[in-house]
């Protein structure tokens, strides 16, 4: 019942997705691959997954998301009709459903992010950590690296990145740097992103036009955890009722996903 559930979710969030309207906001002249590794549960450190993200750098902007999510949105993009729909669902599902773009507008960073049907947008500035960088260097997937340090949202950050490749860029919000970053971990290893392949390309940086929510970053993290909380009054919400469960089993479902859910890169309510 997990499954159908989950299932049931995907397939109307990728009904949704269908007749993009795609705007082209800069071309893309890098595309970088990030494997990330982040901890299941906070209590129990061998429980861990990962997967692939992408970062495509432009010439004034840049864009963050996960491999799923990219290659969902070009099958949408050259779709005319739920004719995909089999496409769609033999996509690996991701845990990471968030578009970042850094220098977007303008000093500024935007965030998109869906919570079932709805779609959000919020923005922050673009100069959002205080780095600190050492003396330390080390060679990381090839290149030499020089390590520095940061605190944001309520982690402390441990990062590497290189002079050989100038670009003060790097995966999901981080950015300011003297160089790309190879490497970044939270001290406590929750999350690590390290960079597994740079190559250049030729291509565009799209943004997806839709009826976005516009709000803020504190608003958007607890709609999330108010869908998360109350998942089966939000399905009624939207017209889809569960009746293969009851009561008692709806309660247990729900503190199974409240239980198995991923601690937040981001934490505290800022």
């Given at each position: 019942?997990?499954?159908?559930?989950?299932?049931?979710?995907i397939v109307?969030a990728?009904?949704q997705?269908?007749?993009q309207?795609?705007?082209?906001?800069?071309?893309?002249t890098?595309?970088?691959e990030y494997?990330i590794?982040?901890?299941?549960?906070?209590?129990?450190v061998t429980?861990?997954?990962?997967?692939?993200?992408?970062?495509?750098i432009?010439?004034?902007?840049?864009?963050f998301?996960?491999l799923?999510?990219?290659?969902?949105?070009?099958?949408?993009?050259?779709?005319?009709s739920?004719?995909?729909?089999?496409q769609?669902?033999?996509?690996?599902?991701?845990?990471?459903n968030?578009?970042?773009?850094?220098?977007y507008?303008q000093?500024?960073?935007?965030?998109?992010?869906?919570?079932?049907?709805d779609?959000?947008?919020?923005?922050?500035p673009?100069n959002?950590?205080?780095w600190?960088i050492?003396?330390?260097?080390k060679?990381?997937?090839?290149?030499n690296?020089q390590?520095?340090?940061?605190?944001f949202?309520?982690?402390?950050?441990?990062?590497?990145?290189?002079?050989?490749?100038?670009?003060a860029?790097?995966p999901?919000?981080?950015n300011?740097?003297p160089g790309?970053i190879?490497?970044?971990?939270?001290?406590?290893?929750?999350?690590?992103?390290?960079?597994t392949?740079f190559?250049?390309?030729?291509?565009?940086?799209?943004?997806?036009?839709?009826?976005?929510?516009?709000?803020?970053?504190?608003?958007?993290?607890?709609?999330?955890?108010?869908f998360s909380?109350?998942?089966f009054?939000r399905l009624?919400?939207?017209?889809?009722?569960?009746?293969?469960?009851?009561?008692s089993?709806?309660?247990?479902?729900?503190?199974?996903?409240?239980?198995?859910k991923?601690?937040p890169?981001?934490?505290?309510?800022?």
């Open positions: 019942m997990k499954k159908n559930i989950y299932f049931l979710i109307f990728s009904i997705s269908y007749s309207n795609v705007t082209k906001i800069d071309n893309a890098y595309r970088c494997l590794t982040y901890q299941l549960d906070s209590t129990n429980r861990k997954n990962s997967e692939t993200m992408l970062l495509l432009g010439d004034k902007t840049s864009k998301l996960s799923t999510t990219f290659l969902k949105d070009s099958i949408n993009e050259h779709s005319k739920s004719s995909n729909l089999q769609l669902m033999a996509v690996p599902k991701t845990a990471f968030h578009n970042i773009f850094k220098n507008p000093g500024k960073i935007t965030n998109t992010e869906n919570v079932f049907k779609y959000y947008k919020y923005e922050e673009i959002l950590f205080n600190t050492t003396n330390e260097t060679t990381i997937s090839g290149y690296c390590k520095a340090t940061t605190t949202a309520g982690r402390d950050y441990v990062a590497w990145f290189t002079n050989e490749i100038p670009i860029d790097g999901y919000k981080f300011g740097l790309l190879v490497k970044i971990n939270d001290t406590k290893n929750h999350y690590e992103y390290k960079l392949s190559k250049k390309v030729t291509g565009n940086i799209g943004f997806i036009e839709r009826n976005y929510i516009k709000t803020t970053k504190k608003e958007f993290k607890k709609a999330k955890k108010e909380s109350n998942i009054e009624q919400q939207n017209g889809i009722t569960v009746t293969s469960m009851n009561a089993e709806k309660r247990d479902f729900q503190k199974r996903i409240s239980k198995n991923i601690s890169i981001e934490k505290g309510n800022e």
